[in-house]
Each structure stands twice: as structure tokens, then as C-alpha cells.
């Protein structure tokens, strides 16, 4: 099983603030289930450099595998990547130091509220360089709650599309509109998106039972597959997405 978006480096953004917590973090991430970690700490590029940021990217993974080779219990397999936030800008950079350890995926997040300017032909510009976007937390977007229109074409476009295990737990109308994302094929992975160790926990083996339970057996073991695949570098499975409808003034 692989967590694919998750902020457990110590100490370098609103994730795990020290080795401590880090090691928290991973215990519930061995008791979850996982094997395979990507860690995806944020990087704003309108506000960082990215040389600095790499830095000190490294110098946080450094530490945790100093302390972690005097450790027994954490043998996971782990990749290095980021969660980059929306800027006009990616198109004219250089993203691959970006992108989860020798592969092509990339992932990004939007504002919460309003939607970007510019955000089709960014997306369209890095696939032309060979990039694989993955849309972070797609429930979070108060922009795209209600249009499936467009996360449909993503999806169709190749784009990935992720959500969080954790509201799938609450089993609210959030739960109920990532069930759907799922059975269309939209959202193509789950990820814990872990931060802290009671507030925001290491939870995606919870997710995918939650998954097994009321979607269906076949559809977890999707889920879990594309995460693995994304984490080898390879293409998620190919399971074309479909538009959903409205019905009663809800997307079915």
C-alpha cells in the first residue's frame, strides 16, 4: 500500500514539527498498512525559491533516515516529492525536481475558494513536457464542489484525480460526493494526506476499507493498485472515467 501525499519530514512546513512526531506519523502509517511513502512537503513557488526549498527538503529527509537507520520497525520503501502550490509560473519552470522520485507524476493544489487563472493551459502545458499532474484533495475545492464537468475532462485528459481517506470516515455529504468521484472513475487514489498524529492523522488503510465496505471490494483493490503503480512510475489502471448526472438537484 502506498500514501502517496502526506507531510511527515520534520520540522519544513505545517506537517510533522519535529523527529518525534515524524516517527508518530510513521508508526500509524506501518499500522495503516503501508509500505511505500511519498513525501510531499509543501512548496508555494511565488513565495520560495526552489533551490532553497530543495535544500532544505533534503536536509529534513536526511535527518529522519539518520535517526531511522537506528531504528527497527520502519521499513518502508520512500520517495521524495512535493505539494506544489498553483502558480501561472509552473509553466515556465523546470518541475521535475518536483515530481515523486524518478517518475513523471507531479502534485499540485489550488486554492480552496476560487478557481486560478490560467489553470487549463498550465495543466495542458506541463502534460506537453511530459508531466502527470495529480489534483491534491480534490473534496477541499469549494470552486469544484459542483461542477464534475471539469473534473471528468481531467480525468479524461489523464490528469489524476486524489482525494483524502479522512472524510470518507465522517461519512458526511463530503463522503458521499468522493463515493461518487470514485464509481465514476474520476478519483483514481486515495491518500492520507497526513500532518499530525490526532488532527490529522496517517489514515488510508481506514480509507480503503471504508472503500471496500460500501463500494465494493474490487474497487479498493483499484485504488490501492493506482497507488502502487503511480509510486513505480507506471500508468494508473486503465479504467475510463464517466460523467455523472443530475438528478433531484444532486450528482448521481
Not at 506501518?30 to 532553497?52: A, C, K, M, W, Y
Not at 505539494?83 to 525536481?97: C, H, I, K, R, W
Amino acid at each position: 500500500m502506498t500514501d502517496l501525499h502526506c507531510h511527515l519530514l520534520p520540522g519544513i512546513d505545517d506537517g510533522a514539527k519535529d523527529i518525534e512526531m515524524s516517527l508518530d506519523l510513521l508508526r500509524q502509517e506501518r499500522n495503516q498498512g503501508v509500505t511505500n511513502i511519498v513525501f510531499t512537503s509543501h512548496f508555494r513557488p511565488d513565495e520560495e525559491n526552489l533551490h532553497d526549498f530543495l535544500k532544505k527538503r533534503n536536509r529534513a529527509f536526511g535527518s529522519l533516515m539518520n535517526t531511522l537507520e537506528q531504528r527497527d520497525g520502519f521499513n518502508f520503501s520512500y520517495k521524495l516529492g512535493a505539494e506544489v502550490y498553483f502558480s501561472p509560473t509552473l509553466a515556465e519552470m523546470d518541475v521535475t525536481p518536483l515530481c515523486f522520485t524518478r517518475s513523471p507524476y507531479f502534485l499540485i493544489e489550488f486554492s480552496f475558494t476560487r478557481e486560478p487563472a490560467f489553470l487549463d493551459r498550465v495543466l495542458f502545458d506541463l502534460q506537453t513536457k511530459g508531466i502527470r499532474p495529480i489534483i491534491a484533495h480534490v473534496e477541499r475545492y469549494e470552486w469544484l464542489k459542483d461542477r464534475p464537468d471539469i473534473l471528468y475532462t481531467w480525468a479524461d485528459s489523464g490528469i489524476i484525480i486524489q482525494s483524502n481517506a479522512g472524510p470518507l470516515l465522517k461519512e458526511g455529504e463530503t463522503a458521499k460526493n468522493i463515493s461518487m468521484l470514485i464509481e465514476h472513475n474520476i478519483v483514481k487514489v486515495l491518500s492520507s494526506d497526513a500532518h499530525h498524529p490526532t488532527r490529522r492523522p496517517a489514515d488510508l488503510g481506514s480509507g480503503l476499507m471504508y472503500v471496500a465496505q460500501n463500494l465494493g471490494q474490487d474497487k479498493a483493490k483499484e485504488l490501492l493498485q493506482n497507488g502502487n503503480r503511480i509510486f513505480r512510475g507506471e500508468e494508473v489502471i486503465d479504467n475510463p472515467p464517466t460523467m455523472p448526472k443530475r438528478r433531484f438537484g444532486k450528482w448521481v
